[in-house]
């Protein structure tokens, strides 16, 4: 009992703490364009209470983290359920570990927000807001002496077409925020009518398609993702009400082994399955990066057409689809 009051003492002097230094910091000039306003800070014995040995003394720190943050961040849905995860890494580079919290509200609220050291407080410095429930969190050593920080994105559709995807996203600090290096769908399962895509098909079938990857890292020789698993195709006849088939319904049509190896390019900050030459009729030679095969896409077992395309990504930051024929991979 008395630890445990000395534990409520020690939280409300941090939320005092907390408070104080929010008061004081206006002065501070926030690392990114996302942030306005007087900025959420915490001292340093808050954030050392993350890292206890104690877990109440942790669940009291995280509660009262993830309420100020909150309070910033979705001040109208601070006070919903929201899931919490946080960790410390190093995205910098500067060997000052900086702490990441990410918060989950299923079904389609999803928050990132890191809080970077200051001198002797930590302030909030990026949020992104518009994620998916982030299942898990965790981190990688990367490239440049940098850790990676890795999210799962959860995402379950039961509206029209059921669907379900795990969304594994690997994140690099750039441009003084949080910026997507690399994502795929390690888990991903589609229910479609093929009369969704041609009206007029005939007879009207249930198309489920399955995707199970796994990823694995490396950070020496030369930092790379590599990606291993299986695509599965499955049918079944639809009803006139077109209610979605039980599963025992669905007969495998095809399936196929998928794998690919992305490199890290220190230029482009990605990670990509090759630099490349994208030359469109009326627009002259581009430098483009190729991210992602479309024959491999789990989409082109019944969509053919998408294996002439490559997903390339150009100077100016657009992400396009580009016939292979028009691309010339770097050697």
């Not at 501070?28 to 306003?37: K, N, Q």
């Not at 995860?85 to 989950?104: N, Q, R, T, W």
């Not at 898990?136 to 029209?160: F, M, Y």
């Not at 489920?208 to 790379?224: D, R």
């Amino acid at each position: 009992m008395r630890k445990k009051i000395a534990g409520q003492l020690l939280i409300f002097c941090l939320l005092f703490l907390a408070w104080w230094y929010t008061v004081q910091q206006k002065a501070l000039i926030p690392a990114s364009g996302l942030i306005t306003g007087p900025l959420p800070v915490f001292p340093q014995v808050q954030v050392n209470l993350l890292q206890s040995k104690n877990p109440v003394l942790v669940e009291d720190a995280v509660n009262e983290t993830s309420r100020a943050l909150l309070r910033y961040i979705v001040p109208d849905l601070a006070g919903e359920p929201w899931q919490k995860k946080h960790l410390f890494l190093d995205m910098f580079g500067d060997k000052e570990p900086e702490l990441v919290f990410a918060f989950s509200l299923p079904p389609d609220r999803g928050i990132l927000a890191v809080i970077q050291k200051q001198n002797s407080r930590y302030v909030l410095c990026c949020f992104i807001d518009d994620l998916l429930p982030v299942g898990r969190i965790d981190q990688v050593a990367g490239p440049e002496g940098k850790d990676i920080l890795i999210t799962r994105e959860d995402h379950n559709e039961r509206t029209g077409a059921y669907s379900e995807s795990q969304t594994l996203k690997l994140w690099t600090w750039q441009k003084n925020k949080p910026e997507t290096a690399w994502e795929e769908q390690t888990f991903w399962e589609l229910n479609l009518l093929n009369t969704w895509y041609d009206p007029q098909t005939r007879p009207a079938q249930w198309y489920k398609l399955i995707q199970e990857l796994t990823v694995t890292m490396q950070a020496a020789p030369s930092c790379q993702v590599r990606v291993e698993g299986e695509q599965r195709f499955f049918c079944s006849p639809a009803g006139e009400k077109e209610t979605l088939p039980a599963p025992y319904h669905f007969d495998l049509v095809s399936a196929r082994n998928i794998q690919a190896n992305y490199q890290w390019d220190k230029e482009w900050r990605r990670f990509i399955l090759s630099a490349g030459t994208l030359d469109q009729p009326g627009a002259g030679p581009q430098t483009v990066v190729i991210l992602r095969d479309m024959e491999k896409h789990l989409e082109s077992m019944v969509l053919p057409w998408q294996k002439q395309f490559y997903q390339v990504l150009t100077r100016e930051g657009q992400i396009i689809l580009a016939k292979k024929e028009q691309v010339k991979p770097a050697p």
